[in-house]
């Protein structure tokens, strides 16, 4: 979007000096989104704070929360095309702890992304049942504010703590809304992305990769939902 909008400044614009800078601006972020460093930087930033819970905090929960990834629900996917890789890696973390403690109730929360209205979290709990593990599925539209309500109303009280799974990178915008509602969420990371993105001294490093360029996205969306609910919470 910054791009595009300098891009149209420079059509438009007449101070011919003033353009060029902030074309080449547009262009080194967009060049550098491609490569390692900026999606390293920024994501390292957002997951840095989060290690995996000890196995004393693990056993005094009662509860495992998975929030989803992408769900897609359309009528003609098989049900292992559904989930998006995010999805899955929370997915088989949270069985992951339902094999190592029988006893703990994981409770999948999530909607399906292009049918806000339809199944989501209900076709990983029928994944799960495949694979011979029971576990519980609350299907709501997919944005994070609307989980935090679903999540706050299966608790027994709102002191009552609880295992919250989800990608790293997503946690510093999760426990922020957790604990705007109240509750005491003890986070756990399923995966670190910067680390698919740490620079090495190689000449590759230098060349533009797409999966950088979606790693760079995924934390700006993160930063600018954090932004959006600390200036909702300031004024409204």
Known sequence: MFLLTVSIYVILGKRRGRR???????VALYYLSTTP???YFLLKQLEKNYPIPSQQEITKVEKIIVLTGRIYGQKDLSLDERFSKETLVRFFKALELKKLYPEKKVIIVGGSYETPDSKGASYLQEFANKLGYQVEAVDIPLDTETSVKAVKNLLNSPEERFLLLTS???LP???LLFKKE???PIPYPTNYNHKLCK?????????PNDLYLNLTNLAFHEY?????YKLKYIFF
Do not use: D, Q
């Open 20 to 26: 060029r800078f902030f074309l080449f601006v547009a």
């Open 37 to 39: 460093f900026l999606p």
């Open 168 to 170: 790293a990178y997503h």
């Open 173 to 175: 915008r999760t426990t």
């Open 182 to 184: 109240g509750l005491l």
């Open 199 to 207: 620079p090495e001294l190689s000449v590759t490093t230098f060349f």
């Open 224 to 228: 600018l939902g954090i932004l959006f």
